[in-house]
């Protein structure tokens, strides 16, 4: 037997990731499981990503690379903030890690001492306050209500910063909410950071071009050189461009924090895949058409799954602006009955008793810190989500 670090006994296993693997089981024993479950386009990458991946390939570019990126990527990232956000970096403003989440796994560990606090808002992505754990510092969450639209409000956010706070953490689209904030939202929740000068700013903007009805998307560092200087803006090739596996993602911010995010990630992984970041690039200076294909696939499933859950009885489900998850609220079914007889007392039951009655898999809001709510990933076929959305209706028709 293993005796395993003291750490550990502070992180969790991702409940999606969990749930997804659990499903996987399922189906492979024969059972016909629906998992709605894992957060990846159900899209595949674009052909001419794919290609210039091969290519590099060809060219020999199966180095290692700089640490925090190469150059050809770096710039298309400079493009990028440039062309669809008037957002201005130099290149060692720029950091290129494996995914969005080392990135802001590598701005945690090189910024909190242990204690140091990192407010974030529920109901947020579940790595984030296992990475603020793992890197000694403490999440303060905030309950963001289902009546805000799931959004942090100017006034929570003040009352939650402390002389300990060093990061505030933003996400929009939101996942698991998909919650959008408006450039006079997060404009407000600006205002109030100017009074806490040396609390910094991570805007995760990984679902930025998964966002619906012509809403605009808006990010912090684009209101002034004082906001900008103290925000990380991160983003990244998995969810716009179907490229989950890529592991690439990316983030622009102050110079130093940068220097000692390349400091972190220069022990833990000496940089991202070279293919990979070849692959990235192309995504990234390439057309970009297919993004807003893909984003008015989603849009049309949002509207699919959004209208079927509301016609499941004990089951209220807003309408999100952006990312592909629904948060429907499921307080109308606890302390009914399931069909094995259990009685459902919380969200883990709902999607533990979905699983088993209906064989679709959604992962529980309290693995999301705002419950009693589920997560249903819609980045699935439209007749699988019409299928999965019925099945849902017949479990809640059969609770009592
Ligand atoms: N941020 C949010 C809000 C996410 O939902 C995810 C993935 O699910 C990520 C970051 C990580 O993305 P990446 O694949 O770039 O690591």
Request: charged letters at 25%; proline letters at 4%.
């Amino acid at each position: 037997m293993v005796e395993l670090a003291d750490r550990l006994n502070r992180l969790s296993l991702s409940a999606s990731a969990a749930i997804s693997a659990l499903a996987r089981e399922l189906r492979e024993q024969g059972k016909d499981v629906i998992s709605l479950s894992s957060g990846e386009p159900d899209f595949d990458t674009p052909d001419h990503i794919k290609q210039a991946a091969w290519e590099a390939i060809q060219r020999g570019e199966t180095k290692y690379t700089n640490t925090d990126g190469t150059r050809a990527l770096k710039e298309a990232v400079r493009d990028k903030f440039r062309r669809e956000n008037g957002l201005d970096f130099q290149l060692n403003e720029i950091t290129v890690g494996n995914g969005a989440k080392q990135v802001l796994y590598n701005a945690m560990m090189a910024t909190l001492n242990d204690g140091d606090e990192v407010v974030v808002a529920a109901p947020h992505w579940i790595s984030y306050t296992d990475m603020v754990v793992g890197a000694g510092g403490r999440p303060v969450i905030v309950p963001c209500s289902q009546n805000a639209g799931f959004k942090l409000r100017a006034e929570d956010l003040e009352a939650a910063l402390t002389p300990r706070t060093r990061w505030v953490m933003l996400n929009s689209p939101s996942n698991p909410s998909g919650a959008a904030y408006t450039r006079d939202e997060l404009k407000e929740l600006c205002e109030v950071l100017r009074q806490h000068p040396k609390v910094l700013l991570a805007s995760d903007d990984i679902y930025e071009h998964i966002l619906y009805d012509g809403l605009e998307f808006a990010t912090p560092a684009q209101f002034d050189d004082e906001i900008k200087a103290r925000t990380l803006t991160v983003n990244g090739v998995s969810k716009a461009y179907a490229m989950t596996g890529w592991r690439i993602g990316y983030a622009a911010g102050p110079r130093d924090l940068i220097k000692g995010m390349l400091v972190m990630q220069g022990q833990v992984t000496a940089g991202a895949s070279s293919v990979g970041q070849a692959a990235a690039t192309a995504a990234l200076n390439g057309p970009q058409e297919i993004v807003r294909e893909r984003r008015d696939a989603f849009q049309e499933r949002r509207d699919t799954v959004v209208k079927m859950l509301n016609e499941c009885p004990g089951v209220i489900c807003h309408k999100p602006q952006g990312a592909f998850y629904v948060y429907p609220n499921i307080a109308g079914t606890l302390g009914k009955k399931a069909p094995s007889g259990k009685t459902i007392e919380t969200d883990e039951d709902f999607v533990a008793e979905l699983l088993r009655a209906e064989s679709v898999a959604a992962v529980h809001g309290a693995a999301y810190n705002l419950s009693p709510y589920f997560r249903i990933s819609y980045a699935a076929s439209m007749d699988e989500l019409v299928e999965a959305c019925g099945r849902i209706r017949r479990f809640c028709e059969s609770l009592n």
